[in-house]
């Protein structure tokens, strides 16, 4: 085992300094970042869908 394999690949972002932004503004941001989350979400839906269907063609 190499000692690169024991770092994080990714370091986390900081998080974002939300005191300048006023409320309309963090409205908004709250409604992109949960388009991101939806969009992450139907992501992870169609991996897991190949998965199974991976899955089911090389199980017994």
């Known amino acids: 085992m190499e000692l690169e394999d024991l770092e994080p690949r990714k ?7 939300l ?5 309309e503004e963090l ?3 709250i409604t992109m970042l949960e388009a991101e989350i939806a969009r992450a ?3 992870i839906g169609a ?3 190949h998965r199974a269907g991976a899955d ?5």
Not at 11 to 17: A, C, E, Q, T, V
Not at 56 to 60: D, E, Y
């Open 47 to 49: 991996k897991q869908a």
């Open 11 to 17: 370091k986390p972002p900081k998080p974002k300094d």
């Open 41 to 43: 979400r139907t992501a």
């Open 27 to 29: 409205n908004e941001y």
């Open 19 to 23: 005191t300048p932004f006023s409320v």
């Open 56 to 60: 089911s063609l090389f199980k017994k």
